[in-house]
């Protein structure tokens, strides 16, 4: 009889498999009846608290409302106790046959004897269900006194075929074959298992990703889309696509820990850089650490870990009263997908230390191994080949350079956008025409490097941003109110219609910046109506371009404002997909990039500084890329609502728009002043001065 002493006892151990099933999720059933003991780390009852995270995901397995859970995340976020926790809630609350599908025999075999034995043994209430004898109990297959069955197997048509099974788990998938013997992939073979129990079976599916993007030039239509890939990422989108997100201490607004918000300071000694990685809220700038030891007590990764909560694709928080809005993607599957950061034993600094060494490895040698897995497994973020963009050649570029006239204004342009990068010692400008349906020619490009200021020799003092506001009010006359010559051979010129100026950067820049657009109001001329300030935006989720008045929500801040100053935010990433595209396009009338023939060899070599990479666009090379830059700012204020090219009507456009013999903007080349005001709205004084 083995363990059993009397036939009393075989009755009530085989009266499990007819008890009723016990009303709980299966976090509930972890909580109460798991027991970890890991001596050095943890010994104790398992608890949920540890990883919030897991409960949402665990508490699908039991609903009814789902046949399907997919979980991707990074490692060391415990998402292996699902499936433990999962065959826990199996053997003592609710019996049904249970198969765990992993990627090879091997690894099954490793997963029971490292995992599945330890928590027979750990685990009382689960190891007094086991039905007694050897022959019940082997590496791939464990019977209950229930009746249940737990397997151990691995993608093949053989195993992954046969009879009937109510739930499976399928561990490590991206890792896994996605064809199996030509017949599909693992999870769409494994679903077919549990089809006859209905709504009552379920598959479950979890790995990091791994599998490469397959579009690099890919734009998501929803805010929660993950990249066009195979495996876990692919199983991912078919859900309702749940992301989590932590309220910000500091501004209430959600935002989803990501390995892209991480800040560090520069240094030649990547460990000393990486202990000092902050992660920033990508809203207000707070700082967030992995632990509370720094002096401002904000809490940690775990506390916030704590506050945290799932949001699926189509939903938003309203941090005013805490609620949950919007329409939800609706499917059978619920998937989720948890970033690095956020992974309960993961270490931040461990994670940037991979990543800064990573990227050594891949500077001095050319591989990208390094690179790709601690992308894939600590930022769980699917990896795109730092030289997907490679092929783009500034000679390729060049090559397509016209005879347009040196910096004068093509026929087709119908008005011309400034943008500006702020250096340390320099103004970066560049001149941009628009044309119909977006066409971009570049017009002009300098550098303001002198001020104003002289010194004792009556020399003019090298430009400072950051700590002289009178250097911005070069910006005014060099390039605000620059006039460029017609190509048309009549003198004619046409006058700036907006400038974009980058207001982020180096201590003082924002707040001269911000008091340079002040100063420009007060002067009663509207000129501050004319030039945007710029600042890009983290936030993979975030629009391509919005207005906003930071300083009204920032007042602790340096930039000394008083939430008067509109600036306009760029999705960066989403931006230069969309010059990416741009730049690749060699038809006109649909946003064309057009490049004269005097441009300098450097200048393509800045166009073409930056590679798209799985952190998004990076500077691998840490080149000059101002030329890139400027013409992202350039193509992110013609979509802003100030200019709103998609929208104009270039059968009737406004008068700033119109060809040259209408358009306001041009003048018979006497250095006359334009304000974009109706006409009676001219200032005289201005008007005196000019003719006078």
């Known amino acids: 009889m083995g363990r059993f002493q009397t036939l009393e006892e075989m009755v009530l151990a085989t009266a499990e498999a007819v008890r009723p099933p016990e009303r709980l999720t299966v976090a ?18 398992f608890r949920n608290d540890m990883t919030p995270y897991l409960v949402q995901p665990m508490e699908v397995l039991t609903s009814v409302d789902f046949t399907g859970m997919i979980f991707v995340g990074p490692a060391q976020c ?12 199996s053997a003592v609350c609710d019996p049904a046959d249970f198969m765990h599908i992993d990627k090879s025999q091997s690894s099954a075999r490793d997963f029971y004897q490292r995992r599945v034995e330890k928590l027979f043994r750990d685990t009382a209430a689960v190891r007094e269900r086991l039905l007694p004898g050897k022959h019940h109990q082997s590496t791939y297959s464990t019977k209950f006194t229930s009746g249940m069955l737990y397997t151990l197997s691995w993608p093949t048509v053989n195993e992954l075929s046969g009879k009937p099974v109510g739930r499976l788990w399928l561990a490590d998938y991206d890792r896994m074959d996605q064809d199996i013997g030509g017949e599909g992939s693992p999870y769409d073979l494994a679903a077919q298992r549990m089809k006859t129990f209905g709504r009552f079976g379920m598959c479950a599916a979890e790995s990091s990703p791994s599998r490469p993007i397959e579009n690099s030039r890919w734009m998501p239509q929803s805010p929660h889309q993950a990249p066009p890939t195979t495996g ?24 989803e820990p990501d390995f892209s918000l991480f800040e560090w300071p520069d240094s030649e000694d990547p460990l000393e850089a990486a202990e000092q990685v902050v992660m920033r809220c990508p809203h207000c700038s707070h700082p967030y650490r992995d632990t509370t030891h720094d002096d401002t007590g904000t809490p940690g990764k775990r506390a916030m870990n704590k506050r945290g909560f799932w949001l699926r694709d189509g939903e938003q928080f309203d941090p005013d009263n805490g609620e949950i809005t919007g329409t939800p993607v609706r499917s059978r599957i619920a998937s989720f997908w948890l970033k690095g950061p956020a992974a309960a034993f993961a270490d931040w600094t461990d994670m940037t230390l991979k990543y800064l060494k990573a990227v050594q490895e891949f500077e001095a040698t050319g591989s990208e191994e390094a690179l790709k897995t601690t992308v894939n497994t600590d930022q769980a973020l699917p990896y795109l080949p730092a030289g997907v963009e490679a092929e783009r050649l500034p000679e390729e570029l060049k090559a397509r350079a016209r005879d347009f006239g040196e910096k004068v204004v093509p026929e087709g342009v119908r008005f011309l956008l400034a943008t500006v990068d702020v250096q340390k010692s320099r103004f970066e400008c560049q001149v941009h025409g628009i044309g119909e349906h977006g066409d971009v020619w570049i017009i ?62 180096r201590e003082g820049v924002t707040a001269n ?9 007060k002067n009663g001329q509207n000129l501050h109506r004319r030039v945007q300030l710029l600042k890009g935006e983290p936030r993979a989720s975030a629009p391509l371009v919005r207005i906003d008045y930071p300083d009204a929500e920032r007042k602790d801040r340096r930039a000394q404002a008083r939430g008067e100053v509109p600036v306009m935010f760029i999705n960066s990433n989403a931006a230069k997909d969309m010059v990416n595209n741009m730049l690749a396009r060699t038809e006109p009338g649909g946003g064309m990039v057009h490049f004269p023939d005097w441009l300098p ?8 500084a930056e590679t798209k990479t799985a ?3 990076v500077n691998p090379g840490k080149s000059r890329n101002e030329a890139w830059d400027l013409l ?38 006497n250095n006359f002043w334009f304000d974009l005001q109706p006409k009676s709205d001219i200032s005289l004084r201005k008007l005196a001065e000019t003719l006078g």
């Open 513 to 521: 910046a911000y008091e340079y657009w002040r100063q420009l109001r």
């Open 632 to 669: 992202v700012y350039c193509v992110a204020l013609a979509h802003s609502s100030k200019v709103r090219v998609p929208h104009i009507d270039w059968k009737n456009p406004p008068s700033w728009a119109a060809p040259w013999d209408e358009n306001d903007l041009v003048s018979e080349g």
């Open 615 to 617: 952190r998004g666009w």
């Open 232 to 255: 876990i990422l692919a199983l991912y989108n078919r859900g309702d696509r749940r992301r989590w997100y932590w309220p910000c201490l500091s501004c209430s607004a959600p935002f």
């Open 444 to 505: 002009d490009r300098f550098k303001i490097r002198k001020s104003a200021r002289l010194d004792e020799d009556d020399d003019p003092l090298p430009l400072n941003p950051g700590a002289y506001v009178e250097d911005w009010h070069l910006l005014t006359d060099q390039v605000l109110l620059r006039q460029y010559e017609l190509g048309d051979g009549s003198g004619r010129k046409m006058q700036v219609r907006m400038m974009a100026v980058d207001s982020g950067g």
């Open 601 to 608: 060899d450097w200048w393509y070599v800045e166009l073409t």
């Open 28 to 45: 509930q059933a972890a909580e109460k009846y798991r027991y970890i003991n890991n001596p050095g780390s943890y010994v104790g009852p």
């Open 78 to 89: 415990g998402k292996s106790d699902m499936s433990l926790n999962w065959l826990t809630y």
